[in-house]
C-alpha cells in the first residue's frame, strides 16, 4: 500500500513542504560568493524551519521535497546560458548512510527545469563529510578534481544543498577551471545566515 505523501517539516498529510511551512521558510540574505564562483544563488537561509526541511531531506530520507526545492533553485537563476548543471557530491560515508547524494536530486530537478543536460563533473579525492569536519577545515573544503573532460563544457551551473563557508563551491571553482571551464556559478538550497567569510 502506498502512503499518502507528507510535509517533511510538519508532517501534515499532502505535498512536500507545504503551504503552511513554506509561509514560515525565510528567504537567503545575501550570501557572500565564495572565492573563484562568478556568481551565487542560495534560496533559503539555514535556519528555522529551514533547518527541519534540510534535515529531513539529508537524513529522514524525505526525498519528496527535493521537487520543490529544485524548482525554486530553478526559478532563481537569471542566467541559463550554461552548458551543463553539475553538482557537488557527497562523500561515500553520506552515500552509503542515505542512499543517495541530496546535491544531485537538486541539481537533476534543476536541469529538468532549465531544460540542461546534468553531468557529473566532480569526485571527491578525500572522503571526510564537511558536517564531521572544523571549522577552519571546512573553509579549505573538499579535496574534489574533475573526473570527466567534456568537450565543450565551459559554462557550468553547480548545484549544492547547504551552503556554510563556502569551502566545497571554493575547492569545486579551482577544480573545474583548472580543466578549462571558464563560468562557474553556483546554486545552493540553503545558506547558513551571515556566512562572511564564503558558503559548504
Known sequence: ?????????????????????????IRARGAPTPEGIDHMTA?????GEVRRLVGAVKYRNRRDSFRWLALQVAAQQ???????????????????RRGYDPARLIANGVGIHL??????LLSRGNDIPQSKCNREDRLD???LRMV???????????????CTTGGSL????????????????????????HSVDVGS
Open 1 to 25: 500500500m502506498l502512503l499518502p505523501e507528507t510535509c517533511g517539516i510538519c508532517d501534515a498529510i499532502g505535498p512536500s513542504p507545504c503551504n503552511a511551512c513554506i509561509a514560515k521558510l
Open 43 to 47: 534560496l533559503l537561509s539555514y535556519e
Open 78 to 96: 537569471t542566467e541559463t546560458d550554461f552548458d551543463c548543471v553539475t553538482w557537488i557530491p557527497s562523500s561515500s560515508q553520506g552515500w552509503a
Open 115 to 120: 531544460r540542461l543536460p546534468v553531468i557529473r
Open 141 to 143: 573544503g573538499p579535496v
Open 148 to 162: 570527466k573532460f567534456a568537450p565543450g563544457v565551459r559554462r557550468v551551473l553547480m548545484v549544492d544543498d547547504v
Open 170 to 193: 571554493a575547492a569545486a571553482a579551482i577544480a573545474l577551471r583548472a580543466r578549462g571551464i571558464n563560468l562557474v556559478h553556483a546554486a545552493v538550497a540553503a545558506s547558513t545566515p
